[in-house]
């Protein structure tokens, strides 16, 4: 196994998995002299019912403090001040957040307002301003895919200056994350398909890019494996409680390993579609995860090959030539979406083209390419991504991706080392 | 009676498990090779037992060995030894002892006794010059040592009882015949686990008979001259016993105080010898026979009871800080009527003392204080609450509870009253001694301290010194006689009486090996010439003599290396090497490492400290 | 237990590393102030940060390096350097008017809008001595960034070209993702600009 | 790829490793609001020199060391951490860096407890009860042999344990520059452990998706640069990807069940006072040839980590598990020359393994028979499991 020149891991959170690893929380708490949490959570969470099983599995032995289920999707400074006034009135000591990456990283924001004592997360702003442990924190991801609850950012829009507010501490990591199968039960098949794919391309970019470690490594491959292994069975059948267990699992392996091993060009790319033009993350992540491997091919094809293994399974890997793998696994993603396509009647994209709104309508003109791959320069992710991106590049990945035809390859602009990891 | 002309050599091998014995004989090339008591005992185990025996299991022996001095008429000659696989230790323990059994057991027409197996039910043994009969000790199990022993007495003339403590198979169980004691390495929990309570011998049967008469007498008178006209066996040790040496290990820093962290205490007065002496008004009581009478009895507390020797002084005194020879002595009867060893115990409560102090168990036990002593003496005896712990030993307790900084023990024998900080060579004795710590191996420190021969913190020689000291004590418990006797016959012979001291100390200082060599002992062999005579076996000189010796303690060591010893355990507890102590000016330590690697070399071990295979062919000892 | 046995103990300094960072992190604001003016290139990539805008680079912790009382008596020359005096940092503001301009070491009065920060003296040594390219340190944590991350991306991507012009392909080749074509920058302007920005860097500005 | 219906995993050490890794040690206390660490260094470690260069990294930092404690020898016991709490306190400081693997980590972790809970000893704790708020923040500098126990959430002073998630450290650094071995003999001790630890996770049933994310590299890296590490202990290269193994596989090892070779070695290294690696390094082959013999089923990852991607896909599905038991004992099998290949030849006295072999299944929680384990010991006492 590659040993990097210099790497670092850190996944701080105690993980509990489990069909019934919610009924644990109380004594985990109990543990951290938690008696009284708030929960935090959001308004689609709250009408599927999930605050119903919750409460149900924390039982009698827990006094919930308060719900708080007003986060918006994009949340603001405004709301972890509002929270964390409800959090101190009614004197919670640890917090439960239930949701996808908003409520997370609200909660986290709340976390650090509630516990450092100010009355905004203003005050919290900059290199070392949150330096102590904060109170617990347990979080119960929904939507198996964004991994956010294994990272240690929070980002937190500030709408008045228009400018996301990136907190970055060991201490906003969450104390304990609860992957129970439960909470991704009803998530329709699309929805299902879609952030498993957002996990997907997470492990694989983990696995390629340059910041890969042996840990990362380690978390991406069984994420890999377990999403390739259970997504399809999932989304065909979605009562699967233990494919529905794999894929959360999967989604917090890749998480812990992206959050470790930073992503590429295809999140970067992903990001800036989703910020101009709104596409569902999990969407734009597996149309371009295809592209982004293509275009990083003869750079880190080697690496790329790797990943046929969990992809593809033993015999795949061991039946095709060395050269050939990273090509396969090009492959296989696409027959992966093409396959989820199908099973969801067609609510699964494949191009950018066919990405549409409620009303039919497509997300992503193609006169918008041109100012993404603008605006891609200004998304951190690209600095990880084995080769170097600039916009001429990003319109060639993009015209490709929005088309649906493969990446043609003779036209990416080679040059400089192979890379070193 | 019947007489019998230098040894008698027979061999008494009992099996508890099938209650059946065996005659066998001592050949002439062992009792040449390795002599009798400890080399002899050595030896027959060496033959009989396998590595890696449980201690406390059926296939342990435990051998009694009497020497051939024994029974002659020489002076101090009243000891036999006891060997055996010691349950503290894990490996080989040999234990010397004064009591009258020995005397019984050689007179019975014994001159070694094996017992192995594991009888059903408890038993005692009773042995006259036919053999041995097994008796049920249902009357006398679980009664104390000084009950057990006046029952079986009314069987023979000498006899070894095991208290509760070995019933119990406490790891520090010791042996008692008469007031004397086989004290190290719980080789009372050996004839516990055994299920013998007692072995009482007829005695009186033979009578042994010195080879050449004449010479033998005028040998006596000469032995008996020099040990008359030295100031440590005539003066300091006739009238105050062992306990003499306290005031001067005191000035010098080498008593034990507060769990080894300390050399010298200004209270120590109170309980030395001389005050003892005084105040008990003390008469003799020793081994038989004896004419250096280090062995004393007194009046304390209204009763008669023999006054503790230097190492219970200050195990169970100056360790614990407790200067009040009255509760010395208490602990002391606790021990006998128990059957404990004083050194060993004295190491464990000094280990829970500290224990206690620093939070790992919880025991009343308090430095400077007697309260709960005596409490957890008994239950340490019967295995009551952490007693039961604690009853296995400090180095065990220590494994379970931590703390195994401050278990003074080397190889799991707890280490005997003497600081090593003040007197490094008789660290390196520690660190090497066979049985674990002990000081009887080489007592470096008598050159170190009690003669003041050598400087006691350099560590210039010191190899040589307990090399050449382990030789000889090893060469003089296999005669058997009293290990005293060395300091009359090293220091009384002309050519060292007559050399001025400063000489001599400048020669041990600077060259060793020449100092010590010129030092005549060869009293020892002619008088075992004497007894045997030159009919029975080559001549033994006195080179040949020291070889012996040599050859006594390479064996115990092998046995000791098959055992898993090694470097690791020739060691010191960290304390002694690390730790300097406030009684000193200068803060020093015991610089182990550097001796113990001329100490091998000079040895002939390899540098992990197992006997090469050309030193083990040199002494003619059968590799297996 | 005597504790003097273990004193405290206040580490030393890296005076020659310093002293190289120093002189490398000025002539990286010099550089970037003249490159900024002659090629196009640069100056369009800078063109994406705001104007009146300060940046800062600076190699942590600052209080390590502290404010001599003599630092005044020195030529500003020795000051700008960032040497000794001001900790070891440079900066750059770009005016209203849209230019680039390198404006010393000196912290005092200057409020920094986005920081690049080399966590320590190594972490700056291996970057400016070419041993880690600019992506790789990054990766590798070796700075970090205060302020807007888009910004600093800019910068970076700023100094990637800047090092192409300056340095020997054989070591921008380790500094950078990949180095240019002949396509992307004609040996021509390659050569040109390395000299012309050398000589205005050192002196005019 | 098994998913137990139930598990909990808790990884919390960062892991810092690679060039100039020391040289982070400041921002990473400054992430923690400290700047003045007492640093608890291992005896052996500050004699091999290592001392001077670790202090060169703090130059140019805010950082000051509140004293390098470097009394701690091979045992970890309260006395010691009660002066270097004492220092703690004197100097004021405010966290703790462990330099040095083994009882350097024990005792800090208990250095930690006291100066954090304010407390003299550690009785409270011993007796049950628990260690309540977070602690200072301790950071680990890898160096000298391990004892497995060093990213554990457990600490283990005076040779009993206390288990609270908060005793994990902080932080790992593993650094080229003080990572290379003394002897072969101690990088095989620690090899040996760290590959006892991870093959016990990797072969558990209950293994989860996160333990085996972490055991992988670990064996990978020992099966790749064990034997090279052995060889030339001073490699830098194969110093740093040993650590690493030895702080994954303890990770993981610490969020997993004990296999038959950790209990066993345990118990043998308790009655003998010989440090547990070496033990399992012999009985290891043992308890591998026992499972080959009874063709236990083993979950896919042992062989892919050991093997390596390619390996384990050119290998057919059935064989895998077999496969992988034999590239373990292969791995085992490059100590053979610094370590000892039987407990005899270790000198173990016989009548031990009875009694090891009782306590260690007590111990198994029903997975494993005393019969099993005796016959285990059986064959290790004369060289059984030779290497192939």
Known sequence: MLLPSFYDFCCRVKTISGHKALEAIPGLLAGMNARRPLIVTDKGVAAVGLIGIVKKALGSKLKIGAIYDNVPVDSDYKVVDDAAKVYKKKGCDSIISIGGGSVIDTAKGINIVASLGSDTLLDYQGFGAVNRKLNPHVVIPTTAGTGSEMTLVAVIADPDRKIKMLFVSYFILPDIAVLDPRMTKTLPGFLTAATAMDAMTHACEAYFCLEKNPMSDGHAYRAIKLISDNLLKVVKNPGDMKGRLALANASALAGVAFSNSMVGVVHNLGHTIGALCHVPHGNAMSILLPYGMEYNLHKSGDIIGEILLPLGGAEIYASTPKKKRAEKVVELIRKMNQDLHDATGGRHPRFLKEITDRNGKQIVPHSMLPTIADCMMLDGARMSNPEEVLPADAILILEHAWEGTPLNRKKINKGGKKVKY | ?624 | ?205 | ?388
């Not at chain 2, 080399?39 to 027959?44: D, H, P």
């Not at chain 2, 185990?45 to 201690?55: K, T």
């Not at chain 2, 010129?518 to 045997?532: K, Q, R, Y």
């Open chain 4, 1 to 388: 790829m098994h998913i137990p219906d139930h598990y909990e995993f808790l990884n919390h050490s960062k892991i810092i490793s690679g060039k100039c890794a020391l040289e982070t040690i400041p921002a990473e206390l400054g992430g923690y609001d400290a700047q003045k660490p007492l640093v608890i260094a291992l005896k052996s470690v500050v004699e091999r020199g290592l001392k001077k260069k670790f202090i060169k990294t703090f130059s140019n930092s805010m950082v000051v060391l509140g004293g390098i404690y470097d009394e701690v020898r091979e045992y970890a016991g309260i006395s010691l951490a009660q002066d270097a709490a004492i220092l703690f306190k004197a100097r004021g400081c405010d966290s703790i860096i462990a330099l040095g693997c083994g009882p350097a980590v024990d005792l800090a972790k208990a250095v930690n407890v006291l100066v954090s809970e304010k407390i003299d000893n550690l009785s409270a704790h011993y007796e049950g009860a628990a260690i309540k708020g977070p602690l200072k923040p301790l950071i680990v500098v890898t160096a000298g042999r391990s004892n497995g126990r060093e990213a554990a959430n457990a600490l283990v002073v005076d040779n009993r344990e206390l288990v609270s998630d908060f005793l994990c450290p902080d932080v790992f650094i593993i650094d080229p520059r003080m990572t290379p071995g003394s002897c072969g003999e101690s990088v095989a001790e620690s090899g040996a452990t760290a590959m006892a630890q991870a093959f016990a996770v990797l072969t558990d049933r209950g293994i989860n998706p996160m333990t085996a994310a972490v055991a992988h590299p670990a064996m990978s890296y020992l099966a790749e640069y064990l034997a090279k590490g052995v060889k030339r202990p001073k490699n830098r290269q194969a110093s740093v990807a040993l650590a690493n193994a030895s702080v994954m596989a303890s990770a993981a090892y610490s969020n997993s069940r004990p296999g038959m070779a950790n209990l066993l070695a345990g118990e043998l290294a308790e009655a003998t006072g010989i440090s547990a690696g070496r033990f399992e390094r012999i009985i290891l082959p043992s308890v591998i040839a026992a499972m080959l013999k009874k063709k236990a089923w083993i979950e896919d990852d042992l062989y892919l980590a050991a093997a390596g991607i390619d390996g384990y896909a050119a290998t057919p599905a059935g064989e895998r598990t077999q496969r992988g038991l034999e590239v373990s004992l292969n791995i085992v099998g490059g100590l053979k020359k610094v370590l000892p290949v039987s407990l005899s030849e270790m000198k173990v006295q016989k009548h031990f393994l009875e009694k090891a072999a009782k306590a260690a299944a007590a111990k198994s929680g029903k997975r494993f028979t005393e019969a099993e384990c005796a016959s285990v010991l059986a064959q290790a006492w004369d060289a059984a499991g030779k290497v192939k």
């Open chain 3, 1 to 205: 237990m005597n504790i003097n046995k273990y004193p405290e103990i206040v580490p030393g300094r890296k005076f020659l590393k310093e002293f190289y960072v120093g002189i490398m992190l000025w002539v990286v604001g010099r550089a970037l102030q003249v490159a900024a003016k002659v090629d196009k290139e640069v100056k369009a990539e800078l063109a994406k940060l705001p104007n009146n805008f300060t940046l800062r680079m600076m190699v942590a912790p600052e209080k390590a390096f502290p404010l001599f009382f003599y630092a005044k008596l020195l030529p500003s020359f020795v000051t700008d350097i960032g040497l000794l005096p001001y900790g070891i940092q440079m900066f750059l503001h770009k005016d209203k008017e849209g230019n680039i301009k390198y404006i010393g070491a000196d912290p005092k009065g200057k409020k920094a809008d986005l920081s690049v920060i080399f966590t320590s003296i190594e972490a700056a040594w291996l970057v400016l001595s070419f041993q880690e390219s600019t992506a790789t340190a990054y990766m590798h944590g070796r700075f970090v960034v205060e302020g807007d991350l888009p910004h600093s991306l800019t910068f970076v991507r700023a100094l990637d070209i800047v090092e192409v012009f300056l340095l020997p392909k054989i070591i921008s080749g380790l500094a950078v993702k990949r180095y240019p074509k002949w396509s992307e920058m004609s040996l021509m302007r390659k050569f040109w600009k390395r000299i012309v920005i050398y000589i205005r860097a050192f002196t005019i500005g």
């Open chain 2, 1 to 624: 009676m019947r007489e019998v002309i230098g040894s008698n050599n027979r061999i008494l091998e009992i099996d508890l498990s099938t209650k059946k014995f065996t005659v066998s004989e001592i050949n002439k090339k062992d009792r040449n090779m390795y002599l009798g008591g400890k080399g002899m005992g050595l030896k027959l185990l060496y033959d009989r037992m396998e590595p890696g025996v449980d201690p406390l299991g059926e296939d342990n022996m435990i051998a009694f060995t009497m020497g051939v001095f024994m029974g002659s008429g020489a002076p101090c000659s009243g000891r036999f030894e006891a060997v055996t696989k010691s349950p503290l230790t894990g490996i080989m323990t040999c234990s010397s002892c004064g009591g009258p059994f020995g005397m019984a057991l050689k007179t019975t027409g014994w001159d070694a006794m094996i017992i192995r197996g594991k009888a059903s039910a408890p038993v005692y043994l009773a042995i006259d010059s036919k053999g041995v009969q097994f008796k049920p000790a249902k009357g006398i199990w679980g009664k104390d040592m000084n009950q057990a022993e006046a029952a079986l007495l009314k069987e023979g003339a000498g006899a070894l009882v095991i208290g509760q403590a070995g019933e119990n198979l406490v790891r520090i169980a010791n042996i008692r015949s008469g007031h004397r004691f086989v004290g190290r390495g719980g080789m009372g929990a050996v004839l516990g686990s055994k299920n013998v309570k007692g072995i009482v011998a007829k005695g009186g049967e033979i009578k042994i008979v010195p080879a050449k008469k004449e010479k033998f007498k005028k040998i006596v008178r000469r032995f008996n001259k020099y040990i008359n006209n030295n100031p440590v066996t005539s003066g300091t040790y006739r009238s105050f016993g062992t306990n003499s040496a306290t005031i001067a290990c005191n000035t010098t820093g080498t008593i034990p105080v507060r769990n080894f962290t300390g050399g010298s205490h200004g209270e120590v007065h109170k309980i030395s010898g001389e005050t003892m002496a005084e105040r008990f008004k003390t008469k003799w009581d020793t081994c038989k026979p004896c004419t250096i009478m280090c062995g004393h009895k007194g009046t304390i507390a209204g009763e008669e009871r023999h006054i503790p020797e230097y190492e219970t002084v200050h195990l169970l005194g100056s360790n614990l800080e407790i200067f009040d020879p009255v509760a010395v002595s208490d602990f002391n009867e606790l021990c006998s009527k128990y059957g404990m060893d004083t050194i060993s115990l004295g190491g464990i409560l000094g280990w829970a003392m500290e224990a206690t102090e620093k939070g790992l168990i919880k025991t009343s036990l308090k430095f400077g204080s007697t309260e709960g002593v005596a409490d957890m003496i008994r239950d340490i005896a019967l295995c009551r609450g952490i007693g039961k712990d604690l009853a296995q030993g400090s180095r065990l307790a220590a494994k379970k509870y931590g703390g195994e900084d401050f278990a003074m023990h080397v190889k799991g024998l707890e280490l005997p009253g003497y600081e090593p900080r003040g007197a490094v060579g008789h660290g390196l004795g520690y660190a090497t001694a066979n049985r674990g710590g002990c000081h009887l191996s080489s007592y470096v420190i008598s050159i170190e301290i009690l003669f003041n021969m050598a400087n006691p913190f350099t560590p210039k020689w010191k190899h040589y010194m307990v090399k050449f000291m382990e030789n000889l004590f090893a060469a003089i418990n296999s005669l058997h006689i009293c290990q005293f006797t060395a300091y009359a016959v090293m220091f009384e012979p002309f050519l060292v009486k007559v050399s001025p001291f400063p000489l001599l100390k400048v020669l041990m200082g600077n060259m060793a090996p020449l100092a010590m060599n010129l030092m005549d002992v060869s009293l020892f062999p002619e008088t075992w010439h004497a007894i045997l005579g030159k009919h029975y076996i080559p001549y033994l000189g006195m080179l040949k003599f020291i070889k012996a010796g040599e050859r006594v303690h390479v064996l115990e060591r092998y046995m000791n290396t098959r055992e898993g010893i090694s470097k690791k355990d020739d060691t010191l507890p960290l304390r002694l090497l690390t730790e300097g102590r406030k009684c000193d000016a200068k803060e020093h330590t015991v610089p182990l490492e550097k001796m113990l690697k001329k100490y091998y070399k000079s040895r002939g071990y390899d540098e992990n400290g197992i006997p090469k295979k050309r030193l083990l062919r040199r002494l003619g000892i059968k590799i297996q």
